[in-house]
């Protein structure tokens, strides 16, 4: 697989290796947590799991072309890089609204 240039201002977090978990509810929970990530950096977020969900997530937290437990799927979206700084980026965890 060859490596695709990720725009500025896309968050991509981590691939992720999820089989260890099985049917459990732990892929949705970090699909769950990719989702507060894309809303409060106000970026796409594209999560890559080996054998969890993958899914571009938009900036409101919406994922988009989903995939499914341990089904091999390649999936593939144009996303807009974005140079907005929401409250959260700029101030961090220091904000009032993170207290």
Known sequence: MGLVPIPPGVR????????????????????????????????????AAVSGISAFIDTGGRPYEQTRLFRPETIRRTIRASSERTPFVRFGTGSPWCR
Do not use: C, K
Not at 27 to 37: D, E
């Open 12 to 47: 991509v977090p981590r691939q992720q290796r999820n089989a260890f978990y099985g049917e459990t509810a732990a892929s949705a929970q970090h699909l769950q947590m990719s989702r507060m990530r894309a809303i409060e950096d106000g970026r796409w977020v594209v999560q």
